[in-house]
């Protein structure tokens, strides 16, 4: 009896000790942050054969993306500037690889759509929307320089004739790992703007993907890990914070949760408020002249990976002893001489120039005249000066080119660079041919004569915040020869350009003539004293 | 020689503690102005600053003694016997002759040290002074909605600030070297130290100033 009593209570507390076990100790469900998992929607569980089909599915749930995605400047490459300016990549021409146009089944594997292969693309077409190339998040999703944005969804030849077998993407576990954009998806284009990583903005680059802090103290992977929607806050896929129209001078206060606020989310101040240093005030006194990337940005091209700072076209085309296309590599094995492309400066931990800039870009379009009385050719131009109120002084990159333009017609020119056909330059490096058909694609005049003209274009320094022990110090720019040196226009302490000559002079020869005085009158003291005695 | 006690405590300290300030100030003062690196500019401004609120705080007490005590009366100019001071200075300091003021308690100060002294107290103070101020104060006063506060630009604030810099400076040496010409080098000296100035007895003491 009390044996079987024991038994029964040894398997009762068998039983009954787990369930109290797992009464304390419940194992948590792993918390979604996001309230749906894309692998279970049905329109997911397919197989695709192109990016067009995924995005058809994507349009099942999300109705109005496709609409939304067609009033951005990404799916336009068009924007026109409060002057009335037409900008946009679809247009403009830069002094890195000229222009897009004619070249778009290179270039246009950065638009966020399928196809834009030239001027024949439809534009209203919601499934042409790429959804993926911001929303990937396997890292695996590939737009191919020369299939116009499309993706190659079956192993195939590509480039076609080169023999390459090229192993499709899996559209299908890539569509069902969707989420929020990411350093990785905007870096896809922007880190590699130019052709190149780094080679266009200076201050956006690969390092950015998993930035150090000392890189980017915002981005910083292992502390605040920003992505750069972070800053770039979106509605309905409108993303703010355009170089086309810069915020200059933000006079707002720090953006609270909740309100309505009409400065844009991307600016310092929308964060940081108009009084940031706490420690030394006095460094508040600088923000209605400074803009905050000037002392916070102390270097560009800080992670490691060059930018180009000049690009000279003019000598492309040289052949090795081998007879194939000349390249030339630095140290560090980045190239500095390319056939296709001509002679390159790079630059590492580049200090920026500084100019007074009001938000207002001017630009050089296609049809503006240009001329070699007039060099080097402002790509665009920063308007600002210390006395307009709307300015303040910013960082910049300034981008050195020597690129081809019709000295009869003065006007710059597009030429054709990309393709497999005849004329694309970087297939036959023939100046006449590429020029002639990239004027023909874009329907403008060209004499049939080319030379080379020299070429700035700015860009704003405004990524790459360094942490503040890294930030500039007080004798950087309070000296002779200091950072903002060529800034004019205001006065700095310290900086000897900036005094009054004539003071100085009188005054320090008032100081030394009288300390001559007293001395000549000590003297004669002296010897007259001891005479005297 | 009879001794009589000219400088009171607070005067002295007064005295000494602004002398050092104003150097202390020309030295990082012209180091911000560029002139030359010592300190390192960042240091230079926040010590600069530093001492110019010490120093405005040590002119409200001096100002409060000056009025409270009645001494602002030493600085009362004089045409009397400056001729007589200013041959001395010129020619009789040569020759060894008296010196033709005799120093007393009512009267502390020679009438070209009055004018000297005046000259600093209501120009080249006040001016260091609103200036300094105003420096210090710019985006506020560029801030300002009164069109003459505003228009001012930091290049003008920084030249009368210099400026007036320059007359310190000027004056620095020059008092320096004149604190060595009692009758002996280091006797004004002592008397700024210990409060005790040796005088002729048998000289007439100089009619005090009203």
Not at chain 1, 213 to 229: P, Q, R, S, Y
Not at chain 2, 163 to 187: K, N, V
Request: aromatic residues 10%; hydrophobic residues 40%.
């Amino acid at each position: 009896m009390r044996t079987g009593i024991f038994v029964v209570a040894l398997l009762a507390s068998m039983l009954l000790a787990p369930a109290v076990n797992a009464a304390s100790e419940p194992v948590p469900a792993k918390l979604l942050k996001s309230t749906s998992d894309h692998t279970k929607f049905k329109a997911l569980q397919q197989e695709f054969n192109s990016g067009p089909e995924v995005t058809k599915a994507c349009l099942s749930c999300h109705t109005e993306a496709a609409k939304q995605l067609h009033q951005t400047e990404h799916w336009k490459w068009e924007y026109k500037n409060p002057q009335g300016q037409l900008l946009g990549k679809k247009t403009l021409i830069n002094n890195f690889c000229i222009s897009p146009a004619s070249n778009e089944g290179a270039c246009n594997s950065c638009h966020i759509g399928y196809g834009w292969k030239d001027d024949t693309f439809d534009f209203t077409s919601e499934v042409n929307v790429d959804c993926i190339v911001c929303h990937d998040t396997t890292g695996n999703y590939r737009k191919p320089a020369g299939l116009a944005g499309n993706v190659i969804a079956k192993t195939m030849e590509f480039p076609p004739g080169s023999g390459k077998i090229v192993k499709g993407i899996n559209l299908k576990k890539i569509a069902q790992s969707v989420a929020k954009t990411s350093r990785d998806t905007c870096g896809a284009c922007h880190f590699y703007g130019g052709g190149g990583d780094g080679v266009k903005h200076g201050d956006m680059d690969s390092s950015l993907a998993a930035p150090e802090k000392e890189v980017d103290v915002h981005m910083d992977a292992l502390g605040l890990n920003f992505t750069c929607a972070t800053c770039h806050m979106t509605k309905g896929h409108q993303v703010p914070g355009s170089r086309y129209a810069p915020t200059a001078q933000d006079k707002g206060a720090a953006h609270l949760r909740g309100k309505e606020y009409k400065t844009i989310p991307t600016t310092c101040q929308a964060c940081h408020g108009q009084a940031p240093h706490k420690k030394i005030a006095k460094l508040n006194d600088h923000t209605d002249k400074v803009a905050c990337q000037t002392c916070h940005i102390p270097a560009f091209a800080r992670g490691g990976v060059p930018t180009k700072m000049s690009w000279d076209w003019s000598t492309a085309g040289k052949m090795g002893p081998d007879g194939k296309p000349l390249t030339i590599k630095d140290a560090k094995g980045h190239p500095i001489y390319m056939a296709i492309k001509g002679d390159f400066v790079l630059g590492e931990d580049v200090v920026p120039d500084y100019r007074w800039f009001n938000g207002t870009v001017t630009y050089t379009l296609r049809s503006d005249k240009v001329d070699k009385n007039n060099e080097p050719v402002q790509i665009n131009r920063y308007e600002g000066s210390a006395s307009d109120g709307k300015s303040l002084i910013w960082p910049v990159k300034i981008m050195r080119g020597k690129q081809p333009f019709d000295p009869v017609n003065k006007t710059l020119v597009v030429p054709h660079t990309a393709g497999n056909d005849d004329t694309a330059y970087w297939t036959n490096f023939n100046w006449d041919k590429a020029i002639a058909k990239g004027m023909a694609t874009i329907g403008e005049p060209y004499s049939g004569k080319f030379d080379f003209i020299s070429t700035e274009s700015t860009w704003p320094i405004t990524h790459m915040v360094a942490p503040a022990k890294n930030a500039l110090r007080c004798r950087d720019c309070h000296a002779s020869g200091g950072r903002l040196e060529k800034v004019p226009d205001i006065y700095i302490p310290g900086r000897g350009s900036d005094h009054a000559r004539w003071l100085d002079t009188a005054g320090w020869a008032i100081a030394v003539l009288t300390l001559l005085g007293v001395l000549g009158h000590g003297l004669g003291r002296v010897i007259l004293s001891k005479r005297n005695h | 020689m009879a001794r009589i006690y000219i400088f009171k405590r607070f005067e002295r300290f007064w005295h000494w503690a602004q002398a050092a300030l104003i150097i202390f100030m020309l030295l990082t003062g012209f180091e911000i102005h560029g002139s030359y690196a010592l300190l390192g500019w960042e240091k230079a401004a926040d010590l600069h600053t530093t001492a110019a609120w010490t120093l405005i705080g040590l002119w409200l007490f001096a100002i409060f003694w000056h009025f409270t005590t009645g001494e602002w009366r030493q600085y009362i100019p004089t045409s009397k016997n400056i001729v007589a001071v200013m041959n001395y200075y010129s020619v009789g300091i040569f020759t060894g002759a008296p010196h033709p003021f005799r120093v007393s308690q009512l009267s502390k100060h020679n009438p070209l040290q009055r004018l000297a002294y005046l000259l600093v107290k209501l120009f080249i103070n006040p001016l260091i002074w609103v200036s300094g101020l105003a420096y210090l104060y710019y985006n506020e006063l560029a801030a300002s909605k009164i069109a003459a506060l505003s228009g001012i630009s930091l290049g003008t604030i920084a030249l009368a600030h210099t400026a007036a810099a320059f007359m310190m400076l000027a004056f620095l040496i020059g008092h320096l070297y004149l604190s060595t010409t009692g009758h002996t080098p280091l006797a004004h000296i002592k008397a700024m130290i210990t409060g005790w100035e040796d005088v002729d007895a048998d000289k007439p003491a100089a009619v005090p100033a009203k």
